[in-house]
């Protein structure tokens, strides 16, 4: 018998409406209406359950960076369930996968990663960091200083740490979050300020937010800045120029740990490994999830710099920390055959410099259209920001929904693209062909005129 019953889409949706509580998800509303119930994928196409062909314009949720169909992957997983499925690293064990890309990933980053952490997800590791930076102040007998900063409109994941160091009033609102010790500063999203200034004096001008708000602290409270290099799931905010470099200077300068989120911007997102590499900045930990097996199996980790595990490791002790899942031998398994392709195929060197560029000078085109008041991408991740005023760039009443009229056209037009309120995002596989990408803007180009139309 098969694992999964054949069934009809119809049948898959009532079961759904009947017992499954979905993620990030308005439980009442989704039982009103009916889940896309998506069946299979290949390449950068995903197939739903009345097998129409869709493009991914969103890797998934930003993590299919090689692309669906993958059997190198497939027989990763499969050789390592078969060989040992699975055996913890507690206890002074480990095995070779865990091993094995701890010693890969120590290759593909900056010179100061010699150590990796393993989660089973982006939120994981980040309650990993929030746990680790704290033990090494308290190491070095700095225990008050604790407080970590992050930013408005930050994700770094749902659990109870991830969703604080998140800049996200609407999860804050839900669980009495933040948790103690966490603070946020202003974001670099320039097209959101009132453009009074340039966007490099504006970048400067967000970037010391940061010294202000170690002063306001006292600098012997602050133990570390935690930023996405661009904001994914808050809509695509790529910092101006002058951004990243203050931001490490003042890290430098205050002597606190810079920790750059890269669960989104690693493995090739912007064209480079890591986001970090992208914008110039040397961090101290890197939080990476999503890319690092293209999403095939759930796996997470924090790069961690010598200058962070020389104490844990020097100053000893037990740091009572870790999952089960903690280096999971079939999850490490795909990230190192993942990690091959993206290597092999040169998939990170096409993103800087063939389909990349390609995508962005399409994507500027739809810059052109009547409801588009600015568009912005960076390697292979990108926006649109809807206006009702193209020249005076007004914006529209949020309770006019745009963004998601947007977003469901163009879902039911063959093109995944996520809207966050009237911020349409776009993050597709790093494979995508010069003919997709034609695909994608002409798919969006329609759909802008159809939500033109409809408003
Ligand atoms: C998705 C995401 C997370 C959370 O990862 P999960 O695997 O969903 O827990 C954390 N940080 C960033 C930047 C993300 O995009």
Known sequence: MAVIEERSRSEWQDLDRDHYLHPFTDHKDLREKKSRIITRADGVY???????????????????????????????????????PYYNSFFQC?????????????????????????????????????????????????????TIISRVNA??????????????????????LPIPGIVHIDQPYWFGSDRSLSPDEFGLE??????????????????????????????VIVPPDTYWPEIQRICDEYGILLITDEVITGFGRLGEWFGADYYKVKPDLMTFAKGVTSGYLPLGGVMVADRVADVLVEKGGEFFHGYTYSGHPACCAVAIENIRILQRE?????????????????????????LV???????????LELV????????????KGVGAMCRDFLVNNGLV??????????????????????????KAWKCLDLTQAAL
């Open 46 to 84: 995903i197939y739903d359950a009345d097998d129409n062909e869709i493009l991914d314009g969103m890797s998934g949720l930003w993590c299919v960076n090689a692309g669906y169909g993958r059997e190198e992957l497939v027989e990763a997983a499969e050789k390592q369930l078969r060989q040992l």
């Open 388 to 399: 009702a005023n193209k020249e005076t760039l007004e914006r529209f009443d949020e309770d």
């Open 346 to 370: 040169g998939l990170i060197d096409r993103v800087k410099n063939d389909i990349g560029p390609y995508l962005q000078q399409r994507w500027r085109k739809l810059g052109e259209h009547p």
């Open 94 to 146: 480990a095995h070779p996968p865990s091993i094995e890309l701890s010693r890969l990933l120590k290759e593909i980053s900056q010179p100061q990663f010699n150590n990796v952490f393993f989660a089973g997800s982006g939120s994981e590791s980040n309650d990993t960091i929030v746990r680790m930076v704290r033990r090494y102040w308290d190491l070095l007998g700095e225990p008050d200083k604790q």
């Open 206 to 235: 967000t970037a010391r937010a940061l010294t202000k708000k170690i002063e306001e602290l006292g600098v012997d409270k602050v133990a570390a800045f935690i930023a996405e290099p661009v904001q994914g799931a808050g809509g």
């Open 373 to 383: 008041g600015e568009t912005r991408m960076v390697g292979l991740m990108g926006a």
């Open 155 to 176: 994700y770094h994941g749902s659990t109870m740490a991830g969703a604080s160091l998140s800049g996200m009033k609407p999860m804050h609102r839900q669980g009495g």
């Open 417 to 442: 693209m996520r809207a966050v309120g009237d911020t349409i995002v776009v993050a597709p596989p790093l494979i995508l062909t010069h003919e997709q990408a034609d695909e994608l803007i002409e």
